[in-house]
């Protein structure tokens, strides 16, 4: 549900509660029991309001890691090249840096049209309320145009790869992505992988020298930003 509409009802609700404790404190204090009747009335829009809430489904949700198909094995997520397999999926903005998705298909069908895109999300994971052209240039999905089937194996399989940036989607801004893997509908995903984006705003220097009292000088350094 939109952040919009959840602020646009607690401010109804904030009204509606003022106006309950002002009928409370007229029955109380001016001895109106007529006022009384709106109690029940109140506390039913209220009840009714927390329930709409609670069914709406959310349209900022937390992207989570997953894995929908399980025919899918042997996911590896890293960044991209010689040596990087067991590194962290980071890449820096506007450079050659790029992560590797890579998983196996189980079965002896043939190669699927798998698609990815990215979502940019927040510090804390919700899907950020930016529009696909403000974080993503060039195309908005791409294929998995990658792939190989097994050979002398007990079982087949197809093994796909993805790498971000491709030649047809990049990141314009830094942040928190999700890579999503689907045939035919994004929001139906086969797959998805949390990975990050930074951008190099600052440089940060330091230098270490020897202490400068004499009882630290063989044992301690002075280190400096």
């Known amino acids: 549900m939109s952040k919009y509409l959840v602020r646009l009802i607690v401010s109804c609700l904030m009204i509606i509660v003022h106006s309950l404790f002002t009928g409370i404190k007229s029955i109380l204090f ?28 959310d349209d900022f949700p937390v992207m989570q890691e997953v894995v929908n198909d399980p025919g899918i094995r042997t996911i590896q997520f890293s960044r991209a090249g010689t040596g990087q ?15 590797s998705l890579q998983f196996d298909v189980l079965g002896t069908e043939p190669a699927k049209n798998y698609q990815f895109t990215v979502v940019h999300c927040e510090s804390d994971w919700h899907k950020s309320q930016l529009l696909q052209s403000d974080y993503i240039s060039g ?14 194996t007990y079982i087949k399989y197809t ?15 830094s942040g928190n992505y999700v890579l999503i893997i ?37 044992t301690k350094q002075i280190g400096r930003a």
């Open 30 to 57: 001016n001895n109106r029991p007529g006022k009384i009747k709106t109690l029940p009335v109140c506390v039913f829009f209220i009840l009714q309001s927390v329930s709409v809430i609670s069914a709406m489904p």
């Open 85 to 99: 397999s067991n590194t962290y999926p980071v890449l820096k903005l506007n450079s050659r840096d790029s992560v």
């Open 139 to 152: 195309l908005f999905s791409d294929y998995a145009s990658s792939f190989g089937f097994s050979s002398a």
């Open 159 to 173: 093994h796909y790869k993805v790498n971000f940036p491709s030649s047809n989607i990049q990141a314009k801004i």
């Open 182 to 218: 689907f045939l035919d509908n994004p929001d139906k995903p086969v797959l998805t992988r949390r990975f990050y984006v930074y951008e190099k705003l600052v440089n940060i220097t330091g230098t270490a020298q020897r202490a400068t009292y004499s009882q630290y000088m063989d």
